[in-house]
């Protein structure tokens, strides 16, 4: 049954605004971090059956079928205002080129040492909003978080020895990153900050799959030894990450404060490796786990919210 968008809005509205995290957000909040890094797991094993670029857009794709569905239920109205619309487009260019370079990223290294320079993005988007946002100042703990994460990166590049490494792979987990915070940039401060955050998601997904789907026969063959593992984790990327998924963050973000939400990305990294060395049995050298603890003590500074005086 449909859910008019008077109906919507009303459950929008008894879902009042949190001032602070409470347990169930702290809860919600940990469960999507472990999802995420699970899902690094996954694109790593999909990649058996799926060439990288190939199954960055099929997964666009499909998120574009569920979205619709969800839109429709919901009464999400598709008219964007006109100002929004440019936005979008960049927002879904860059969501194409950040997950081109993350499919490659983990098909050429490890889960481990992909993530710890994937999940860096706080990095980048705090540079990037000091330098074109006045109203962001660097502090004594912004600047140390800023240090912190971006020697854990420089370690974490440095390292050559143990397991798939690549520096290919390494500087496209780095691009996957930039792109990432690109992303959080233009939303935040283009007239696209003011669109519902399912037309945000879908104008990135519509805009991503045709040209991930255009640009993949370039990179090799579509199909590999293609299994029903490799199905079942792509219709997971669909289902449980690129749609689903992401509204549920977007819905946190709404529901929360931006800082408090923001705090728990340094678990994503950390669970990351971890399910990298567990499921996958990847080697992790000391280094990396050196990187790893500096990239999220760097996220938590430059996240962590002032003291109230």
Known sequence: ???DNSTAQGVDQAMERKLDMDAFGAAALTAFALHLAFNQVVIKVTAGGFSPVFAAGIRSAGAVLVLIVWMYLRGVSWRMPRAALPWAVVSGLLFAFEFMCLYNALDLSTVSRSSVIFYSMPLWLALASIVLLPEERMTR???????????GVVIAL?????????????????CSAMCWAGIA???RVTPLADVPPEQQLISQVLVSAPILLLLA???GPLLRDIQPIHVAGMAFQ????????FLAWFWLMKRYPANSVASFS???????VLLGWILLGEQIAASIWVALVLVAA???LINRKPKRV
């Open 1 to 3: 049954m449909r859910i």
């Open 141 to 151: 703990r912004k600047a140390l978080g800023l240090a912190l994460a971006f020697s």
């Open 158 to 174: 440095a390292e050559r020895g143990g397991g798939q490494v690549s520096w290919a792979g390494d500087l496209l987990a780095v």
């Open 185 to 187: 940039l233009v939303v």
């Open 217 to 219: 026969p370039f990179f």
């Open 238 to 245: 669909i289902i449980a990450v690129a749609s689903l998924g």
């Open 266 to 272: 340094f678990i994503s990294p950390v669970a990351s």
């Open 298 to 300: 760097g996220i938590t």
